[in-house]
């Protein structure tokens, strides 16, 4: 894990404006780590500049993703809680303030192009993108983390705790910590047809997040529905995605996880086992075909006027 070593120039700015201090410290992360490299590739990045954006844990948006995700979801301030209580083994400490800072990491558009050929299964720099790509996310939060801890501040990467599940329901499978919730909450995009996140930069990408006791500006939510960004929603029209899947699993009442569950882990099984080229990693081979190819992979589409008011 790479660790922040703290001087009192550091000091000095994290403390005059600590949004564009972490703004900073993250996109030089991306841009300098060696970890964000396509090996396989010509040691091109994995993800192109990030997005950044931030969110206060009490904001009451959080609360109502116990009804729209699950009961289970962790608010921002109930993960932090649990990890200061067990990190002290002491009764629960209630910190003045949570933030959130949540982050956007574009896929490199030539991996775009890449996998916007396939039909069936993903290109394999698609592959390496989604298990590299997730191992550098990883190494980013734990640094950002190590950043905030050496300001004398608390923070956790929730999907690397250990209070971090992943629950089975009747209809497929939700976590207690979402990072594309988060990254709603911190202004950076909106959710589409199939289940993705449309950000500035597009739905091909990952996100992550940390959670602080840090006190933040909230990014400003730049939308007024959570649907804003997707064309379908907003025209009527596209529905690409649609077309693209290649297990049937999205439809225009939206998104069939049974079914997307079943594509990756039977129907693409043999991308992994090598079927088609040798070279695939991680424990499925990673699919992604339905944020490929479509109008918003690498933007927010354009859209002409609104189908219907979505609350």
Not at 265 to 273: N, V
Request: charge should be positive; include cysteine.
């Amino acid at each position: 894990m790479n660790t922040f070593s703290m001087d009192k120039r550091t000091q000095k700015l994290f403390s005059r404006d600590p949004e564009i201090f972490i703004e900073r410290a993250i996109k030089d992360f991306v841009r300098l780590s060696p970890a964000n490299r396509l090996d396989r590739f010509e040691n091109e990045p994995i993800f192109e500049k990030p997005l950044v954006g931030f969110a206060d844990g009490d904001d009451p948006l959080f609360r109502e993703y116990k009804t729209v995700v699950h009961e289970n979801h962790f608010l921002p301030r109930e993960i932090l809680e649990l990890y200061l209580s067990q990190k002290t083994k002491s009764e629960i400490i209630r910190p003045e303030s949570v933030s959130v800072i949540s982050i956007v990491f574009p896929v490199n558009k030539k991996t775009i192009k890449t996998n916007a050929m396939e039909k069936e299964g993903p290109s394999l720099r698609w592959n390496h993108t989604r298990w590299k790509g997730q191992e550098f996310i990883n190494e980013l939060s734990n640094y950002l983390v190590s950043i905030l801890e050496s300001m004398g501040h608390s923070a956790i990467a929730p999907e690397l705790s250990p209070f971090y599940k992943i629950i089975a329901l009747p209809d497929g499978f939700v976590s207690n910590w979402s990072q594309r919730h988060a990254a709603y909450a911190a202004g950076l995009g909106t959710f589409s047809l199939n289940d993705g996140f449309i950000t500035a930069k597009g739905m091909a990408m990952r996100c992550g997040s940390v959670v602080t006791n840090l006190k933040l500006k909230s990014s400003a939510r730049l939308y007024t529905n959570y649907l804003e960004n997707c064309l379908f929603y907003t025209t009527g029209k596209c529905g690409k995605c649609i077309r693209r899947c290649p297990g049937g699993a999205i439809s225009e009442r939206g998104h069939d996880k049974i079914k997307c569950f079943e594509t990756v882990f039977e129907k693409q099984k043999s991308w992994f086992e090598g079927a088609h080229g040798s070279g695939f990693i991680g424990s499925y081979a990673g699919c992604g075909l339905c944020q490929t190819g479509v109008p918003c992979a690498n933007r927010i589409p354009e859209k002409k006027r609104i189908r219907k008011e979505t609350v």
